[in-house]
């Protein structure tokens, strides 16, 4: 969820007015993810780099994460939207740690869409953590080393059991994926949109699902319409 800084900059607004527009963003997405019937959203809200933004900066997405709980909450679950949480728990302060684990408790056996929402997360850290974990488990004897498979490192990974993306969309013109699911991602088709992220709603999520749909995902094989 790119550009939030830069549409306050374009503006002439302070920084914290963008983060707290990109909130109104994300109330959109949710809300035409539920319309468009799609199971399964991923918001990337705080790195585990982004730590390194100014203390003033980092204050404020704190407290943007704590109203959104606050704030939404309720609305989401009574939408039957099931909250999911992955990243690192050190660090965070305990109220907003309590905060999540209450919306996961609440929402837990909702089913309408699961919100994953990665925060203090980075792609490469839950690589190594998920690879501690199985190293772990083969200096007890629990594991055998050739049991270590690709199943098993998904399984150790933060988002065990919730499926690998179909489509990742990135906003403002970034065209990286900065950290971001990388083992998750490597059949998923990457969408880049210039649009700022407080500008983003239906239409560009329709745009991304779009463009989505004409692409011709082959997994390593033949191409459908050429093996047809």
Do not use: C
Request: overall charge negative; cysteine-free.
């Amino acid at each position: 969820m790119d550009g939030n800084g830069r549409w306050a900059a374009g503006r002439g607004l302070p920084r914290a007015l963008g983060h707290r527009q990109g909130v109104e963003a994300v109330r959109r997405t949710v809300r035409a993810a539920i319309e468009l019937g799609i199971p399964y959203l991923t918001i990337y809200s705080f790195s585990s780099e982004n730590w390194t933004r100014p203390p003033e900066e980092i204050d404020d997405l704190m407290g943007l994460m704590k109203r959104f709980i606050r704030r939404d909450l309720a609305e989401l679950h009574e939408s039957g939207v099931r909250i999911a949480v992955i990243g690192e728990r050190t660090d965070v302060e305990p109220e907003l740690m309590t905060l999540i684990d209450e919306a996961r408790e609440l929402t837990q056996f909702n089913s309408t869409l699961t919100l994953v929402i990665a925060f203090n997360y980075g792609a490469r850290g839950e690589i190594a953590k998920a690879a501690r974990r199985l190293a772990v488990e083969v200096a007890a004897g629990r594991l055998a080393p050739e049991d270590v498979t690709v199943d098993a490192v998904g399984a150790a990974l933060d988002t065990a059991g919730i499926p690998d993306p179909d489509l990742m969309v990135r906003t403002s013109g970034e065209m990286r994926l900065s950290n971001f699911l990388l083992w998750q991602s490597a059949y998923t088709e990457l969408v880049f949109l210039d649009v700022n992220w407080p500008d983003f709603g239906r239409p560009e999520l329709e745009q991304a699902i779009a463009a989505f749909r004409s692409r011709d995902r082959r997994y390593g094989g033949l191409s459908r319409r050429s093996s047809a």
